[in-house]
């Protein structure tokens, strides 16, 4: 019997020790790679310089062109991500906040990401492999249920969320494998051929969100100008007086949803072509940047 516990906790000691070793190694090559996507760009840059800087989901990455801020002088980046919400975009914003970048203006879009404070897993497994080495990282994810396993369980965030950071992603980021992320300046453009063009947002409701106001709390405390929007959706919604719900909580955001007309400028209903894009980016532009 002796035997038996013996060889079973050398096992599970030698178990332990590679779980160890594979999350070293996974990390590392994070660690050493900033040109695959967002959260890497970020979390491994230094001190940035930016008259612009753009936030929000995919209604942010599909929608802001920084070529034409950048025609008007202003430099300026798209960190919006698909499929990202206020949870990731706060936390985007700590960690520039935290390399002290220097950023005269944040545009923000929060229109249907502010019904929800849920995190995007797809969104949120992209910064689980600094969150030993970062306390930012570290305290965001803190209140979610299941943040002890992710934070004290040896690699168990890359097994959790395998198809994301595990080794797949890890042997593409070893490698340099390129990726179109950081192209155009962050701005993912979408072609012209539409696709689902019927949408029903009936049953979203705008709360009072917390990450929003995190996101305004630092935006003051490092003196960004913050521009908040809500940006176009295509003629055939139900439900589109969830825009004017959401400036009865938040009045301060510009409800921009219906400066684009016409759904030849959509490639689905909640997103533009890139000719949608650049109209609306020229609207953006005229509206708080045209005096400069």
């Not at 962050?186 to 947002?201: E, F």
Request: charged content about 20%; overall charge neutral.
């Amino acid at each position: 019997m002796t035997k038996f516990i013996t060889l079973v906790a050398k096992i599970l000691l030698t178990i332990l020790v590679l779980l160890v070793v594979l999350d070293w190694a996974y990390t590392t090559v994070y660690l050493h790679s900033s040109n695959r996507g967002k959260v890497e760009y970020v979390f491994n840059s230094k001190a940035q310089n930016y008259d612009v800087v753009i936030l929000g989901s995919s209604r942010a990455n599909n929608h802001f062109v920084p070529e034409l801020f950048e025609k008007k002088g202003l430099k300026t980046f798209n960190y919006g991500m698909s499929g990202a919400h206020l949870f990731e975009a706060s936390l985007m914003l700590k960690l520039m906040a935290g390399r002290n970048y220097k950023i005269k203006t944040v545009i923000l879009e929060a229109d249907l990401g502010l019904c929800n404070e849920k995190e995007s897993d797809a969104i949120a497994a992209k910064f689980l492999p600094y969150i030993h080495h970062s306390e930012t990282i570290k305290e965001h994810f803190s209140k979610l249920e299941n943040f002890n396993a992710l934070y004290y369980i040896p690699f168990y965030r890359y097994i959790d969320f395998d198809a994301l950071i595990g080794f797949r992603e890890m042997y593409n980021t070893a490698t340099d494998k390129p990726t179109n992320i950081l192209d155009h300046l962050g701005y993912h453009p979408l072609g012209h051929k539409p696709g689902n063009m019927k949408n029903d947002i009936r049953a979203l409701k705008p709360i009072r969100n917390k990450y929003y106001e995190e996101i305004k709390q630092i935006c003051k405390q490092n003196h960004y100008n913050l521009i908040t929007v809500m940006t176009p959706m295509c003629s055939n919604v139900k439900g589109l007086d969830y825009f004017e719900k959401a400036n009865q909580i938040y009045p301060e955001i510009h409800n921009l949803e219906n400066v684009v007309q016409g759904d030849q400028y959509f490639s689905s209903c909640g997103h533009m072509n890139d000719a949608g894009a650049r109209m609306f980016t020229t609207v953006v532009i005229e509206k708080f940047f045209g005096e400069e």
